[in-house]
């Protein structure tokens, strides 16, 4: 691969997209592939006063648990819909082959606001009603889908030990006609928001620790410029705008600097920055292209893709720098590199063939994993909980955003009924209020 091409491809690739504006409603349609082997049964009766509202809470939450394909979902039909834990026959409940069972009640409260009584209760007990979780949230008309994904966390969490996810959100890039949009939606899709539009590519969205803020590279002064976007007032600041190329960022997990790739001194190499532009340090020497940057998630070290020994592979070193370790060593071809949540792994984009697909490496061991069998995967994101890995994708000449689970068992596709979605970011974790 010359080194044109890979710079391409790496760095700084104005992304030709195709896409219709997504409506803030069912941006994207999910299709799920796969499941693992042994799933847990659970049923979500429908929650009381539900039915006064368009989003019905009770069907969110199952979706969420679908999705995961770590769960089955026990039909309710015909079962009587209990207000409490005092009306939960537990025996029925058990016949149907359930482990547990989620009732819920949305109560009306003064000045608009709504109180969602949630109750998680165990039904392997026939001799008593045992509550695995109880918690009384309170939300908003408005806020009704977020409330129902923090169930779906709990749910999630009491009956497999693992935090979910399903409240967080996801971005992406798009493209309406000749306008480039980034765009953040909810985790399944919905509630998609433009937070910034231009007739010049956006591309590497990445957000901030704490969800508050994107970092991203665009074009709209004619040249790549590294930007931190506050989401909830829409401000945006300067990163880094060096002599040349500005790129590739990543967050510390501290959320104090940025990781970036400047070409200031002549050739791709990486750098760290106060996300105000000041304190700028560079960090790697080569004389070749070191990019694509990812922090581990205790700091102390950075991934990134180089070219320095001939082919592009993933190399390791200290966040302050210093020497790399190269880590991968199987193909030719291994770009893209993303640490998971508890830093024993990455997944990265591996070449097999003209097949570009998402593995995953076992940082002390160096076994890989390939998780899918696409042609064209690219820009891997984990969820925060580790579970699933985000990806872009083609299918029939068209981007699509698609996602699989950490073990390649689950696979997702995320897609919109016409045009590209590309450079997918997954955000970090929302805990919910008990």
Not at 348 to 368: H, L
């Amino acid at each position: 691969m010359t080194r044109t091409r890979l710079n391409k491809l790496m760095c700084l690739a104005a992304l030709a997209l195709s896409c219709a504006a997504f409506n803030a409603r069912a941006a994207l349609t999910i299709e799920i592939t796969g499941g693992a082997t042994l799933q847990i049964p659970v049923a979500i009766a429908p929650f009381t006063g539900e039915e006064s509202y368009p989003d019905k809470l009770s069907q969110i939450v199952a979706a969420d648990l679908a999705r995961s394909g770590l769960f089955k979902l026990i039909d309710t039909a015909g079962m009587p819909v209990p207000r409490g834990p005092q009306e939960v026959r537990v025996a029925d409940w058990k016949a149907k082959g359930t482990v547990a069972l989620a009732i819920a009640n949305i109560v009306a409260q003064p000045g608009g606001k709504l109180d969602v009584q949630f109750r998680l209760i165990d039904t392997l007990r026939q001799d008593q009603v045992v509550q695995l979780a109880g918690y009384s949230l309170p939300t908003s008309p408005a806020q009704l889908r977020l409330t129902a994904h923090q169930i779906a966390d709990i749910i999630f969490e009491k009956l497999t030990g693992d935090p979910g996810a399903f409240s967080t959100r996801i971005a992406y890039i798009t493209k309406r006609g000749p306008v480039f949009d980034l765009q953040v939606a909810d985790s399944d899709g919905y509630n998609a928001q433009t937070v910034f539009s231009s007739r010049e590519p956006i591309i590497s969205p990445v957000w901030s620790p704490d969800g508050a803020r994107l970092a991203y590279v665009a074009f709209d002064q004619k040249k790549p410029i590294v930007y931190v976007q506050n989401l909830a007032t829409g401000q945006r600041q300067i990163a880094a705008n060096l002599k040349g190329n500005n790129s590739a960022p990543a967050w510390s997990p501290d959320g104090r600097q940025i990781a970036v790739v400047l070409t200031r001194d002549g050739h791709s190499q990486i750098y760290t920055t106060n996300t105000d532009g000041s304190g700028l340090k560079r960090l790697s020497n080569s004389a070749g292209i070191d990019t694509e940057p990812n922090w581990s998630p205790d700091g102390k070290y950075l991934l990134f893709t180089s070219d320095r020994g001939g082919s592009p592979q993933i190399y390791r070193m200290p966040s302050y720098g210093g020497e790399p370790v190269r880590l991968t060593f199987e193909g030719s071809y291994n770009v893209s590199p993303r640490y998971s949540p508890d830093g024993k792994s990455f997944a990265f984009i591996q070449r097999e063939g003209s097949q570009f697909r998402v593995a995953v490496q076992d940082i002390v061991s160096g076994q890989v994993q390939v998780l899918t069998n696409n042609a064209q995967d690219e820009s891997p994101s984990w969820a925060p909980n580790g579970k699933m890995i985000l990806y872009a994708t083609t299918v029939l000449g068209r981007g699509v955003l698609s996602a699989v689970s950490s073990d390649g068992r689950v696979k997702q596709k995320l897609s919109t009924q016409s045009g590209d979605v590309r450079e997918p970011a997954w955000g970090p974790l929302i805990k919910p209020k008990p």
